[in-house]
């Protein structure tokens, strides 16, 4: 009987090795992609830099620009800003509720944007993250046909990450991944304070 289980799970993994040989096979572009990472849940910021982490781990030049936060500083910019592989920027303003001023945001949003367009054409970085980009696109404070086609212009090689809860269709069109974060839970929501570490 046992014997039967085992033959049978060996056939199963044969067959299953097979698919996945043929669609290793067949994935042999080597280029640089673009990532979006959506959605309402908490882990989009979190993800983009834990694949920063891992693109360090190979020696990869990396970039970042923050585009929301700026009042509070966050964990990941504390620790990846430090790092010599990582030229970490945070755009200079705070919260659109807080700074209730649009002109001041509209030149904010220029100034960052002019450091990642900078970025997206120097083919020494090999990764760049654009965290919370998609909200200046929503409250129009950046025209997101021209982010499209600095990306579409970007060098072959580099990989880029865009986070925000909602994503723009122009940019979904380009986008190579996307992945939604939905919300199931949070503990905000049950009472528990926002906290270092986790949340910033
Ligand atoms: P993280 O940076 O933790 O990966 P995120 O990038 O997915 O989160 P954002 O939309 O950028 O989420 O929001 C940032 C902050 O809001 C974080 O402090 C996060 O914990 C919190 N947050 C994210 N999703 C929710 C939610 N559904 N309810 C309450 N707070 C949330
Ligand atoms: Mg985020």
Same mark, same amino acid.
């Given at each position: ?9 060996? #056939?199963?993994?044969?067959?299953? *090795? ?21 959605? +309402?849940?908490?882990? *989009?910021?979190?993800?983009? &830099? ?8 190979? #020696? ?8 929301? %936060?700026?009042? $509070? ?14 030229? &970490? ?5 705070? &919260?659109?509720?807080?700074?209730? +001023? #649009?002109?001041?945001? $509209?030149?904010?949003?220029? %100034? ?20 919370? !980009? ?10 997101? +046909? ?7 212009? #970007? ?15 122009? !940019? ?15 503990? &905000? ?12």
């Amino acid at each position: 009987m046992s014997d039967e289980i085992e033959q049978k799970h060996q #056939r199963k993994m044969a067959r299953l *090795k097979e698919v996945v040989d043929a669609r290793i096979d067949q994935a042999q572009e080597e280029r640089g992609v673009l990532i979006a990472l959506k959605g +309402n849940g908490k882990g *989009k910021s979190s993800s983009a &830099f834990g694949t920063m982490a891992r693109a360090l781990g190979h #020696r990869q030049k990396c970039g970042v620009v923050q585009f929301i %936060k700026g009042r $509070i500083e966050t964990g990941e910019q504390l620790f990846f800003g430090q790092h010599p592989g990582v030229d &970490f920027h945070v755009m200079g303003t705070g &919260f659109t509720w807080e700074t209730q +001023n #649009r002109a001041q945001d $509209i030149e904010a949003a220029e %100034k960052a944007w002019a450091i990642a367009d900078r970025m997206l054409q120097d083919p020494s970085y090999q990764l760049l993250v654009f965290d919370e !980009i998609t909200y200046l696109f929503k409250y129009k404070y950046l025209d997101v +046909n021209r982010v499209v086609a600095s990306l579409q212009k #970007r060098p072959p090689h580099m990989n880029v990450i865009i986070t925000g809860r909602t994503l723009a269709r122009e !940019i979904a069109e380009i986008a190579d991944t996307i992945s939604v974060v939905q919300d199931e839970k949070h503990a &905000f929501r049950a009472g528990v304070k926002a906290q270092p570490g986790i949340e910033w």
